[in-house]
């Protein structure tokens, strides 16, 4: 059998408006209750399904993450999600991928974040890769230098110089970040559709997965 064949006989459900309303609920205790029941056994098995898919592509194993938020103590969670890293002990200091959701919408993304010793070595093979990039991500993927925000400005808004300011910014700011992706609408019918939107996830992956080897 094949992994296609296997990640095929795999029914996800999709998301509804209620996992996304899961954000609305106030208060730690109760929004991380609902969250655990809602949403994390979705991106548990986001994370089965997808792993395999991930290590084909980039042609190493690659391992599921799910957020547990753990060291939150006042505030609630204002997103969460399942990361892929080549390490079974974390994703953060890693370039990576990641499928999540904020309260206004679900994101589908290269992320490579504050903590990883792999930001320098991105932003120089980016920068000196502008064009192929240019032609190869949409001009409706969406770039964000901060993961803790909602959203951030299309490679079509950015344009030539923005992309570069955010990737020198990447390669001498300690706090830098660089995410690249989709974002799609809590509205969006494709969420409702659990095989559309494996398919769209893995066509975001193979689509940014050029960023994730310009990290090494």
Known sequence: MTLQQIVQQQVFPGFTSDDFDVFAVPGLEARMSVLIDRIRPKLNQLGEILAPVLSELCEEPMFAHVAKHARRKINPPVDTWVAYAPSKRGY?????????????????????????????????????????????????????????????????????????????????????????????????????????????????FRTVLPLYRMSF
């Open 92 to 204: 953060k200091a890693h370039p990576h991928f990641q499928i999540g959701l904020f309260g206004s919408h679900l994101f589908v993304q290269f992320a490579i974040i504050y903590e990883s010793d792999k930001k320098s070595v991105f932003a120089e093979h980016a920068l000196k890769q502008l064009d192929e990039i240019e032609k190869h991500i949409p001009a409706h993927f969406v770039w964000s230098g901060d993961h803790m925000v909602p959203g951030g400005d299309t490679q079509g808004e950015l344009g030539h110089d923005g992309l570069i300011k955010l990737l020198e910014r990447l390669r001498t700011v300690k706090a830098s970040e660089a995410l690249c992706g989709i974002m799609i609408d809590r509205n969006d019918p494709i969420l409702l559709d659990g095989h559309a939107f494996l398919e769209k996830v893995k066509d975001t």
